[in-house]
């Protein structure tokens, strides 16, 4: 009887939750790209505030928290330092090694900025530029993306190689002179001899109302790698991909295909009114664009 009740019960909540489309999540095989651990990565490089080159404290801690996600999930770690434009900057690469016995030599890059912007020089209020942003969108969505995917990968090795590149130093652009994507730029000096055979930066892809057009200096320089993914996007219907030609953006790819890589960036345009402010925290993200960016990454490494 007591079995009996408790079966009605948990029918009639059952019956309650379908009622609320809210409630209506579809369940994810362990192995699938969860949103949701998504976000918490995003919190965890956010707890010690804006990972800006002042702020030492707050790097060593997002440095330390990749690491200690990624050593148990990929083959290899490499942290390249550097000095560039009188910073000091650290790049992480980690790498999932392939299954595939043939002699496939082909390898997919995913790459994330993990620093983020010491000006808040956006913000309508004149008195909080000189603040940091926090970046939980303007990096910080990027490299969760990055360290969930390694979990994915790591539970269902891919055939091919996937590195997965985290660049320090992206968001200095125009500070003092300063240049965008100097990490970027001096991983490519660094390593003359990684030909990835395409390459996707993920960049600002949390918020709430996700639009990501196709960038325009990605889709006319590595059409195809575009085209692929938008196919993908399409076929799953996640509606954050906007299926037209945006403006051109500056990110971490540009110096990849300035070096004849076919490296695509995907970023949200045009970018939301907290870019570049204080108001750039974590309550602007959600799980669903996080799952919906995910999803696409998962399927083009696993049919490429
Ligand atoms: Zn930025």
Redesign the pocket.
Known sequence: MARITAFIIAGLWATALASQPQAEKPKLEKSQFDGQRAMHHIAEQLVQGSREPANIKAKQHTLNYIQQVLSPLSHSIRSQTFNAYGLHGTNLWASIKGQSKSRDKRRIMLGAHWDS?PQADRDADPLLRNHPVIGAN?GGSGVAVLLEMARVLAAQPPSITVDLVFFDLE?MGDIDNRPYSIGASQFIVRNPDYRPSAGIIVDMVCDKNLRIPRERHSQTRAPEVMDRLWQIARQQRASGFIDRTGSFINDDHVPFLDAGLKVVDLIQYPFPDYW?STGDSIDKCSAQSLQQVGNVLSEFIATY
């Open positions: 912007r303007d968001d570049h």
